[in-house]
């Protein structure tokens, strides 16, 4: 229980604020859509808030840790939607960004995501990968070798 309190707090502060808080504050003087775009922009929510929810949720049950880098998860996650990518928190954010992008029409947003889509990918290739090789060592590595990045091997061919 304490490691799913620790999720949620570190879920609200971070990635609430990246996803939520700061898109929210760029576009708070523009309408929402209505109708078919309203509609998709709600699924994309929905989608993104569940994406981080259950790889979250893994993390804690699965990997006995956390989202958070300083009470990471003591296994190795390959359950969940970590068996079709390798970060779908990451992809899970950049959808509910991509959300509010399609129900504000705002393109400010769209460059906010693209900027976090750098970030992530930054971050990913430069720390998590070579620390994840380090921890976990051949489990990491052929799981490298099955499941993509951000989306599954199956959607993108042979691309890594």
Known sequence: MRLGLKTALFSVLAPGTVSVVVPLLIVRERPPADGVTLGAAL??????????????????????????????????VIRGLYRYSRNPMYVGVLSVIAGWTVLFGAGILAAYAAAWFVIFSLFVRFYEEPHLTRKFGHEYTAYRKRVGRWLPKRFRGNVS
Not at 51 to 74: E, H, M, N, Y
């Open 43 to 76: 699924l994309l929510l929905a989608l993104g808030a569940a994406i981080f929810l259950r790889s979250a949720w893994d993390f804690v049950v699965a990997g006995k840790g956390t989202p958070a880098p300083i009470d990471q998860p003591k296994r190795l």
